[in-house]
């Protein structure tokens, strides 16, 4: 009779617990906030589609970035794009279309109330999620970039089976590999805050209560602009994030999410 105390591994095939549970919550009410605020987002930059550096900017400054009819313009570099961005419906110009926006009509003082509303679904349960984060020690054991993990042959190795659709098999697959790591890492310690915090300084109420942190960030004009390359950041990564789960096996991955529960990829012959 085999030892009811022993604990094999688990090997490709097994049905195992793959995410706690704060870590499925926080994840679905983190994608839904960010998808409004990103939608609603659109929608106020729609208003002014112009990005400047320093302490003002408006219709006369001279701007780094502009999304006009059929193009964005990145200081000399003239892109031209296809609709959905820079489309004209109406007379009226749409740096993001409204099939992509929330309102999906031009209201921008609709927009700023979504915008603000899912605020503090994005920030008040990231807060506890980073508490709970320290205290069980999720972020050192599970996201925090081992050195043997940062050395350039592992990450060549890494980049390579990502570019050849060689996802882990078995064990291997409940550990995140280091570009997950870096991945996730950049998300939770520098696009997430960086979103909140250049957020809050488009606050003139803010403003007056930090000025200190508006000027680290070289004035409102240039905290729009943090926070528009913080949010592109988090929209890049949740269309590489989708496009993971798709080609892993979405069924498998939405599962484990949704319940927790994930089944090992098998592993291959070699």
Do not use: E, K
């Given at each position: 009779m085999s030892d009811?105390?022993?604990?094999?591994?688990?090997k490709g095939g097994d049905i195992v617990r793959r995410h706690a549970l704060p870590v499925r919550i926080w994840h679905w009410l983190?994608?839904?906030?960010?998808?409004?605020?990103?939608?609603?987002g659109m929608m106020i930059f729609n208003a002014h589609p112009h990005l400047y550096w320093g302490r003002y900017g408006a219709n006369f400054d001279h701007s780094w970035l502009d999304i006009g009819a059929g193009h964005i313009r990145i200081g000399p570099l003239t892109i031209p794009v296809p609709?959905?961005?820079g489309v004209v419906i109406h007379g009226r110009l749409f740096a993001f279309s409204p099939i992509l926006?929330?309102?999906?009509?031009?209201?921008?003082?609709?927009?700023?109330?979504?915008?603000?509303?899912?605020?503090?679904?994005?920030?008040v349960p990231g807060l506890l999620f980073a508490v709970w984060s320290l205290v069980r020690g999720h972020l050192r054991r599970d996201l925090a970039p081992r050195p043997a993990e940062l050395r350039p042959r592992h990450m060549w190795h890494d980049i390579k089976d990502h570019a050849r659709l060689r996802f882990p098999t078995g064990a291997a697959a409940l550990r995140y590999n280091i570009l997950q790591k870096l991945a996730y890492c950049a998300v939770?310690?520098?696009?997430?805050?960086?979103?909140?915090?250049s957020g809050l300084m488009l606050s003139p109420t803010m403003n007056a209560a930090l000025p200190w942190l508006l000027a680290l960030m070289g004035g409102r004009a240039s905290a729009r602009s943090i926070h528009f390359?913080?949010?592109?950041?988090?929209?890049?990564?949740i269309l590489v994030h989708l496009l993971m789960v798709l080609l892993a096996g979405p069924i498998n991955e939405v599962r484990s999410m949704l319940s927790g529960r994930y089944r090992l990829p098998r592993e291959r012959a070699e």
């Open positions: 009811p105390a022993a604990d094999p591994a688990p983190n994608a839904l906030s960010v998808f409004v605020m990103l939608m609603s609709p959905p961005i926006t929330i309102p999906a009509h031009y209201d921008l003082a609709g927009a700023r109330q979504w915008h603000f509303a899912f605020a503090w679904l994005l920030v939770l310690i520098v696009l997430l805050p960086g979103v909140v915090l390359i913080c949010a592109m950041g988090l929209a890049a990564f």
